[in-house]
């Protein structure tokens, strides 16, 4: 498979740092000129994280620029060419400020790729515009999850006719897969939609993150990382995978493996910051995202991540309000913002205000995954178990592999004498998370309330096996296991707590 320059993609071993910094630029232009904002975004900071000496002679540079034009000149060789040029920058100018149906309708008769992409995905985001419209109210009356984009549809009969005549390139896949998902989001092929746009087109960051949404396992990984080439774009990816895996060991690993190349990589650092994050070395954490601070001031991505390690760490309290007074002088109306503020309030105990600001996260981005599973920790604190169960399922419907959403659910049922439903909850909390004490801890008691003492012993084991489990939960498995096993299995206590 070959992307869209009619090469294939270079192996990242034998890719030199110019040749990256080529693709890169032409990628910040190409994802932009598509409206893809993020995408755009995450190439430019990813060719900013090259040392200055890789990137080439300006020279070079501009020669780059020069293949990222619109039409070549044989392409405007004809008027209705020069028509057709003149519509894209009327209907992208329409689509910069957020005009989404004016720039649909303009590009309606338009033929070239670029064109029908930004038509097709002007009408998506039109569609999104409504549906967030509709279903405004967080958790109210009115709030409704299932709203659905009222463009999908026709939007879908379109670009089927597209894909029968074969006329889709990288960036119509990526939209045609975005479109499925909502048409159908339990269809089989979408893995291998998303997979097919970032065969045709490597260097569309946002088709690799919607790539990796369905991805739920390590097995599964494995098998997409068969199928592509391996490139810098692969290396990102599976570093990414990784962390959202849990395979902290991996991820440092790959991180290592890359970092000679992108030195001064934003990515690469908060990456590595959420995998210390996962392992519960905050101090690690909170020295990388120092770092990242430091250096880009006003960086509001993955930001909120820090206040969660601050939040949680003994003595930081003055960190976490600077950190919440900085963010709002940056975009108090970013969902990142408004975590870190909800997380402030709560670290004072202001549960009611905290839960607000989670709320206003959520009215600016409905999918915001830290603001659902925050707001649920808020609920529990008010013992408000209703409300709590809604917010962990809406995180687990947004993203399955969140181990905290799933382990929140448990700890509510737990906290509703609801043991079964408790049971079911750490288990998938445990089966994304398996070396974490604290789930297996929780099944063991559950179990023993119930009386089913082998799972109970199976649970502690696991437990005790853990190297995360502290000493004082240590002591406890221990005489839970002697107290299950009996007098006469004293010797296989002894042996569990001394390893």
């Not at 890169?24 to 200055?52: H, M, N, P, Q």
């Not at 780059?64 to 060419?81: A, E, I, K, R, V």
């Not at 339990?186 to 260097?203: G, P, R, W």
């Not at 969660?308 to 003994?314: A, K, S």
Request: proline share 2%.
């Amino acid at each position: 498979m070959y992307n869209e320059t009619g090469t294939s993609p270079t192996s990242f071993e034998f890719l030199t740092l110019e040749e990256v910094g080529v693709v890169l630029r032409k990628a910040v232009i190409e994802c932009s000129e598509r409206g893809l904002y993020f995408a755009a975004k995450w190439a430019a900071e990813t060719l900013d994280g090259l040392s200055a000496s890789s990137k080439g002679s300006l020279e070079s540079a501009k020669m780059d620029m020069s293949y990222c034009s619109f039409f070549t000149q044989q392409d405007l060789s004809t008027n209705l060419d020069y028509i057709e040029h003149d519509k894209y920058l009327l209907g992208k100018s329409y689509f910069d400020v957020k005009e989404f149906d004016r720039a649909a309708f303009v590009l309606e008769r338009c033929k070239s790729s670029k064109c029908r992409f930004l038509k097709g995905y002007s009408k998506y985001m039109a569609g999104e515009k409504r549906k967030e419209e509709e279903s405004q109210d967080i958790m109210g009356p009115l709030d409704d999850s299932k709203c659905l984009n009222k463009e999908i549809q026709s939007l879908w009969e379109e670009m089927e006719t597209w894909r029968e005549e074969g006329e889709m390139d990288g960036f119509l896949i990526y939209l045609y897969g975005l479109i499925l998902k909502q048409k159908n989001p339990q269809a089989k092929n979408i893995k291998d939609i998303f997979l097919e746009s970032v065969l045709k087109y490597h260097y569309n960051w946002s088709a690799w993150l919607e790539l990796a949404n369905c991805v739920t396992n390590k097995d599964m990984m494995e098998d997409i990382l068969a199928l592509l080439p391996d490139t810098f774009m692969l290396r990102f990816f599976r570093i990414y995978l990784s962390a959202e895996l849990l395979d902290s060991t991996k991820c440092l690993e790959l991180i290592s493996e890359v970092q000679h190349k992108f030195v001064e990589n934003k990515f690469l650092q908060t990456q590595t910051a959420i995998t210390y994050y996962n392992n519960r070395d905050y101090l690690a954490a909170e020295s990388v995202f120092e770092d990242i601070i430091k250096s880009d001031p006003y960086r509001l991505d993955d930001i909120d991540l820090y206040s969660n390690i601050l939040y949680v760490l003994d003595g930081k309290s003055a960190k976490l309000s600077f950190l919440a007074h900085m963010s709002c002088h940056t975009d108090k109306f970013r969902s990142e913002t408004m975590c870190i503020v909800g997380n402030y309030y709560s670290s004072k105990g202001e549960h009611e205000k905290a839960i607000s600001y989670f709320r206003r996260a959520l009215q600016v981005n409905r999918n915001c995954l830290a603001a659902w599973t925050l707001m649920g920790h808020e609920y529990v604190e008010l013992k408000n178990t209703h409300a709590a169960v809604v917010s962990y399922k809406r995180a687990v419907e947004i993203n399955p592999k969140d181990y905290r959403a799933w382990c929140g659910l448990g700890q509510t049922y737990e906290m509703l004498k609801m043991p079964y439903y408790a049971i079911y909850y750490y288990q998938r909390s445990s089966a994304l998370r398996p070396y974490d004490a604290r789930m297996w801890l929780r099944l063991g008691a559950l179990y023993e309330q119930l009386s089913v003492p082998n799972e109970s012993i199976k649970a502690y084991n696991r437990a005790l096996q853990c190297a995360d489990i502290d000493t004082n939960s240590k002591e406890q498995a221990a005489l839970k296991l002697e107290s299950l096993y009996g007098s006469s299995d004293k010797d296989k206590v002894t042996e569990h707590y001394s390893e």
